[in-house]
C-alpha cells in the first residue's frame, strides 16, 4: 500500500508533490529531506496568486517568521470589503519550502486561485476577516475525522493527529512519511461531493503546475494533502477561464505573533500549542534525535515557576515527577510521549487544589503559545495608511517609531489643536490599532468622565501598532477615510443603535458624514419598537446634541427634530418595558433616569407631562420591580403624586416584607437611585423600612441582602451614615465607615457553616 502511495506521489516524470498539514514541525522536517532527495528545479506553493508579489520580501535573508501575508480587497458583490491572512511559522513547510528555495538558489512561486477571483464569488462571503485555511475538523469529510478519532482514545483531533503525524510517527524516511499523508488525504476525498471553491481552486493550481512542466522544469509541489488527488486528476485538464476579479487587491507582510497561531484564537489552520511546536522544531534544528520530548523538562521547570508567582505552590520535584510521568503515561499507552502526554502528567503533578484550575489552565495555555517574535525585512513598503498614522503622529508630536512612548495632556475645548490631536487619536481607537491609552478626560463615546475639561493619554507605539493599523488598510489609505469607511459599515449593519455612531463622528471629527449617520439614525427610529433601545438610544443622541459644540461638531442641526422624536418615541414605549427581558432591569433603570435627568435639564427636546404619564402606566404595569421603584420616584421628586400616594406606594411594597424580600429590595434599589434625598427626609417612611429589616428572619435578609447592597451602595458616606442613625437609633447606630462589611460569599459560608454545626448538634441531642 506505501509503495503505491509512494508511486501517486509522483504522478508525471519531473513532479513530485509534498502533502502537507500547514504548520507542521514534521511536515517541515520531512519537506527539508524530500527537497534534498528530489533537488527540484521549481518550488510551486500552494498560497493566493498574490503573494508572489511578496517572493522578495518572503525570501529576504533577515526576515524571521513567525510572519503573514495580509490580503484585502473590496468584493464586487454587496461592495463586501474583504480581508485574509496567510501566517507563516518558523514551522511551516511552506516557509520551509521559501527558505530552502532561497538557499539552493530554486525558483519558487504560488500557484493557487487569485484572492481577488476568490472574493468576486458570492458564495465567498466569509473571507471578511478570515483565515482562507480551514481546519482539520472542518475539511469536507468531517464525519470521516470524527470515525478516525472515536475508536482512538483521543480527546480530539489536535490530539489523534499528534499521535499518527507527529510525535507519535516514526516513518523510515521522507517519501514514507508524504505517502501516508497522501493517504489521509484520499481518505477525506472519497465518496465526497467537491464543494465549488474547491474544485476551482484545484483545477487553477493544476493549470499552474502543467505550465510549468511544459517549460522543462522539474517541480515540487507543497499542498494540503486534501487537494492531491484533485489536482493529480486534473494535470491534462484545459485551463480553467478567468474569472472576473473584485477589485485592486492589497498585499502585505505584516508581524503575526506565534499566540495568534493558536487554534483558540479562531485561526483557521491553526495548531494548539504553537509555543510548544516552536521548541520541538527548535529542537530539530538542533539535531535532537527525540524533538517531541526534548522541550518537555524546560517547560515543566517554567511552568512551575509561573504558578508559584501566580500563588500555586509548585516544587521542581513535581516538575521533574512531571516529565518521568509524561513518558510512563506514552508507554501504557503504547505511543512516543507528545503533547497530550505533557499536558495530563503536567496537570497531574502539578494543580493540588480543583479552585486553582482556572489559573493552572491559563497559566499552561500561555506558556504553550507562546514563542519568538517575527521579524520583519528593512527597507519594505509600508502600507499607505500605516504611512499616513506615521504623518498624523509628527504632525501632532506623538510617538511614530517602535518603542517610542509619551504622556499627551490634551485641551480639547479651547484648543483647536489639541482637539484635532485627540480626533486623530480616537480615530486610531475606532480602528482598533493598539497605540492610545486615555487615563482620564471625558469619554463621550461610554458617556464617564463628562465633567472632565482635558483629555490625557498614554500613547506607545508597539510592534501590533504597525501591524494593526496595515490590517486596516482595507478601509482606507488614511486614517479619516479608514474611520469613515468603518463606520458606514457598522452603520449598514442591521443590529445596534446608530445614535452611538453619532458620538463616534463627533469625537472623531467626522462631519463629512454626519448626514449620513443621522439619515441612519431617522431610519432606525421608524423602524425600533425596543422601549429600552429607544431610551438608550434618545440618551445617546443627547450627549452628542449637548456636545457637539465643545466637540467642534458642525452639520448636526437635524439633531433636535431627532431628539424630540425619540423622546416622544421612547415615552410612547415606556409601558411595554415589561416585555423586555427582566434581567435588563439595572439598564431600563439607567434608562429611565436619564430621561428624567433630561425633564430636570429642562432640555428643549423633552414633553414632562408624556415622560409622565408613561411613568405612571409603567409603575402600574408588571415590570421588574427595580423599575416600577424608579418610576415611583420620578412620580414622587416631581410632585406628579402628592405624599399621600407615595406613602401608598411605599406602604403596598412594604407589605410584602415576608412573601417578597427580594422585591422589597429591588424596588428600593430603583427608588433610591433617583428619590434618595427625598426618602432621607421623610421620617415616616424611614421607620417603615426600619420595621421591615427588624421584621425580616435571616433566610429572607440573607435572600435580599444582594440588592439591598446595591440599593444603599448609591447614597454617599454622609448619607449612609444619617440612614444608619435612623434605622438603628442614634445609640445603636454603627460606624459603617469603619466597620468591615462582610461580602456575600462570607455570608453565604457562614450561613452553611451555621446549619452544618445545628445539624451535628441535633444528632447528639443538644440542638433545638
Known sequence: MNSEAQARLSPRPGLMFAPVRHHSPRCAHHLRELVAAFAPQRILIEGPDELNRLMPLLQHKQAKAPLAAYLHAVARVDALRCRAYVPLTPFSPEWVALREAARLRIGASFIDLPFATRVADADNSAYFARAPEPTLADEPRADVIAALVAPSGCQDVDAWWERHFESGLDAPDARAYFASLLVFGELLREGAAMDADNAAREAHMAARISEALALGERCLVVCGAYHVAGISALLDAPAPPVTAAAHEVGVHLIAYPMERFERSQRYGAGMPAPGYYQRVWHAWQAGDLTPYQQPFAALAIELAQALRENGIPVSLPDAMEAVSMAHRLAALRGCYPGLAELRESLRSTMLKDDSDAANFAATLASLLARGPDGVLPPGMPVAPLLADAIAACLRHRMPSRFGESKKKDLDIYR??????????????????????????????VNATNLGRVREIWSLRWITETATSLTENSRYGASLVDAAVNK?????????????DLVLHVLAMGLDKVADQVLDGVERWLGDSYDALALAQGTARLALAFEARLALGGVGMARLLPLLERAFGQACIRLPWLGMTDAARSQAMLAALDDLHGMIRRQAQ???PALFYD??????????AARVRGGAAAILTVSGTWSASQASAALAATFALAHTAPQAIADYMQGFLRIARNWMLASPQHLDQLSAVLAAWSEDDFLTALPSMRLAFSQLSRRETDELARVLAGPSQAPDLAGERVPDMDTLRHSHVCREQVAAIMQRWGVGP
Open 605 to 607: 427636546w423633552t414633553d
Open 415 to 444: 484648543s483647536e489643536r489639541h482637539r484635532a490631536a485627540s480626533q486623530c487619536l480616537h480615530q486610531l481607537r475606532f480602528l482598533g490599532v493598539p497605540y492610545g491609552e486615555r487615563l482620564a478626560g471625558p469619554d463621550f
Open 487 to 499: 463606520l458606514l459599515e457598522q452603520l449598514a449593519q442591521p443590529s445596534g443603535s446608530p445614535a
Open 614 to 623: 408613561a411613568c405612571a402606566s409603567l409603575h402600574a404595569s408588571e415590570v
